[in-house]
């Protein structure tokens, strides 16, 4: 976590989110981890939850003015003007317990409860639901009695914050949901993308550039006449690595896709880089307006009419 070289500042100075870091590390590591060591969350995936943590506080002080309770006295916090988050596939939940502890209103839900949740106080553990988010044109078709659980349609309050951290199924729709949720004034979100899922729900890999420019080669094709060699191979796979390379990755066009999508809805959208130990590591930030993110503008939906004109053929032209 050390060497930030190489990471862009184009949202907030990296400088910043670590300095958030290193302060969470602190505070939350050992309790985090004397929990849970030697069970199912690695000590690398509470880091990771750290990182996401300290980048919404910084990104949430440069929208909303608000600063965590801990760094400051309750005249400057101005949490009151934070108008809540929702994290839409909270897992193991230690980003909902972090953000909640440092003064964030908000909460989480997760399609599976996770026996981790019961570690945290009693205040959080409310905080936490399990739920099955089923976009609203699913549920138009197929009913809420179908599903034979407790579902969220993203009928989230005004002004939520959506975090969409790793949650696979739902990373694509998370414009979509944040969009139709408000249409007036569509929610602002973080995508962490990490699996790549058709916005039917199947794991799908959507086309690279390279994929366009030879429509019928498959990911192997690539790699074997690109390679021919081992030592090829390997550089490839290296070259992944990097900023233009995870461009022309199966990751790279996940990103891309979600971008894609959320700026056909017309959010303004910022792609940044996290400090984090793997190499699924973009960040997608939409807000309605970027250059109005001190109170957040909506949508101009009088000349953006969300749901009929935009979202349906969206939706249409994915293949399932
Ligand atoms: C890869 S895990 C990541 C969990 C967590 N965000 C993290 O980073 O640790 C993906 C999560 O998405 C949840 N998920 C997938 N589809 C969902 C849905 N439709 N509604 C709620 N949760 C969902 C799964 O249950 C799973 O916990």
Redesign the pocket.
């Known amino acids: 976590m050390d060497d930030m070289a190489g990471l862009n500042d184009n949202i907030i100075p990296h400088e910043a989110i670590h300095n958030t870091y290193l302060r969470l590390k602190k505070q939350y590591e050992k309790g985090l981890c004397d929990k849970w060591l030697d069970r199912t969350e690695s000590v690398n995936?509470i880091f990771?939850?750290l990182t996401?943590a300290a980048f919404l506080i910084e990104l949430w002080s440069d929208m909303y003015g608000a600063r965590p309770r801990s760094e400051s006295s309750s005249e400057t916090a101005n949490l009151a003007q934070f108008p809540g988050f929702v994290?839409?596939?909270?897992?193991?939940g230690?980003?909902v317990y972090v953000l909640l502890m440092e003064g964030y209103s908000g909460w989480g839900?997760?399609?599976?409860r996770?026996d981790t949740w019961s570690y945290f106080p009693a205040p959080v553990q409310e905080r936490l639901k399990e739920?099955?988010?089923?976009p609203k044109p699913f549920i138009d078709i197929v009913g809420s009695q179908e599903i034979g659980m407790e579902?969220?349609t993203a009928d989230f309050a005004p002004g939520t914050f959506v975090?969409?951290?790793?949650?696979?199924?739902?990373t694509v729709w998370t414009p979509l949901l944040a969009a139709l949720a408000s249409p007036n004034s569509p929610l602002p979100f973080l995508v962490?993308p990490?699996?790549s899922h058709s916005l039917s729900?199947s794991t799908y890999r959507y086309p690279t550039p390279k994929d366009s420019n030879n429509p019928g080669a498959s990911q192997d094709d690539h790699q074997q006449s690109a390679s021919g060699d081992l030592r090829a191979l390997r550089a490839a796979k290296q070259k992944e690595k990097t900023a233009e390379g995870r461009m022309f990755s199966q990751y790279g066009a996940l990103v891309t896709k979600t971008t894609y999508i959320a700026e056909q809805v017309g959010y303004q959208v910022e792609n940044t880089i996290l400090n984090i130990l793997s190499p699924r590591n973009a960040a997608i930030v939409g807000v309605g307006n970027w250059s109005q993110r001190n109170g957040i503008q909506g949508l101009n939906t009088e000349t953006r009419p969300l749901h009929q004109w935009i979202i349906k053929p969206i939706v249409c032209a994915v293949p399932s």
């Not at 839900?109 to 599976?112: K, L, P, S, T």
């Not at 951290?165 to 739902?170: K, P, Q, T």
């Open positions: 995936h990771q939850d996401i994290d839409i596939a909270c897992g193991n230690v980003v839900f997760d399609a599976r996770r739920k099955m988010l089923v579902i969220s975090i969409s951290n790793h949650a696979d199924e739902l962490v990490c699996c729900g």
